[in-house]
T-cell receptor, first 112, second 112 residues
Framework: TQLLEQSPQFLSIQEGENLTVYCNSSSVFSSLQWYRQEPGEGPVLLVTVVTGGEVKKLKRLTFQFGDARKDSSLHITAAQPGDTGLYLCAGDPNNAGNMLTFGGGTRLMVKP | EAQVTQNPRYLITVTGKKLTVTCSQNMNHEYMSWYRQDPGLGLRQIYYSMNVEVTDKGDVPEGYKVSRKEKRNFPLILESPSPNQTSLYFC???????????FGQGTRLTVV
């Protein structure tokens, strides 16, 4: 099993601050996804990145896939309380979907 | 509404008493999978199915069984549950090319 490590594990910030969450591996992935999970719910897909060096923006969220396709980051600008949740990265080593590997998650709390 | 439905949402049972958690999707997805989520460990895949009558082990299959007799249903069976199977379980389905997972709302299982 290929390992994905996320950091930090926990993050508590004030509304309006910026933050970055990291997802790192020693293995190469054909694609990498970010999910957000709220209490009592299943994870919901935010974005998929497939090309090394790719940057995708989703409103205040910016996702980047490393050039070597081994790591990714999620940057949130001007965080809001609605951003609170568990952020999970997941890597697909061969684009077949049957070996999706999840990181341990970053639990984000944004205080008003 | 496109969705993955799991039942029950909550279950408390005793060691050794067989149980089944049902999962159904209405999106005509070929690929379905089961995960368990434990604090700090992210999501770990238990079993997956690429199509009807095709199932395979994930990372943590011990103590679990699955079946895929119909495309829409993918039940998870615990023949003899033990306390170490206390966890939050998620069913997911994916459209081709199987790299984006749609999750159910989860089943919180407690084995005493």
């Amino acid at each position: 099993t290929q390992l994905l490590e996320q950091s930090p594990q926990f993050l508590s910030i004030q509304e309006g601050e910026n933050l970055t969450v990291y997802c790192n591996s020693s293995s190469v992935f054909s694609s990498l996804q970010w999910y957000r999970q709220e209490p009592g719910e299943g994870p919901v897909l935010l974005v998929t990145v497939v090309t090394g060096g790719e940057v995708k923006k989703l409103k205040r969220l910016t996702f980047q896939f490393g050039d070597a396709r081994k790591d990714s980051s999620l940057h949130i600008t001007a965080a809001q309380p609605g951003d609170t949740g568990l952020y999970l990265c997941a890597g697909d080593p061969n684009n077949a979907g049957n070996m999706l590997t999840f990181g341990g998650g970053t639990r984000l709390m944004v205080k008003p | 509404e496109a969705q993955v439905t799991q039942n029950p949402r909550y279950l408390i049972t005793v060691t050794g008493k067989k149980l089944t958690v049902t999962c159904s999707q209405n999106m005509n997805h070929e690929y379905m999978s089961w995960y368990r989520q434990d604090p700090g460990l992210g999501l770990r895949q238990i079993y997956y199915s690429m199509n009807v009558e095709v199932t395979d082990k994930g990372d943590v299959p011990e103590g679990y069984k699955v079946s895929r007799k119909e495309k829409r249903n993918f039940p998870l069976i615990l023949e003899s549950p033990s306390p170490n199977q206390t966890s939050l379980y998620f069913c997911a389905s994916s459209p081709p090319p199987f790299s984006e997972a749609f999750f159910g709302q989860g089943t919180r299982l407690t084995v005493v």
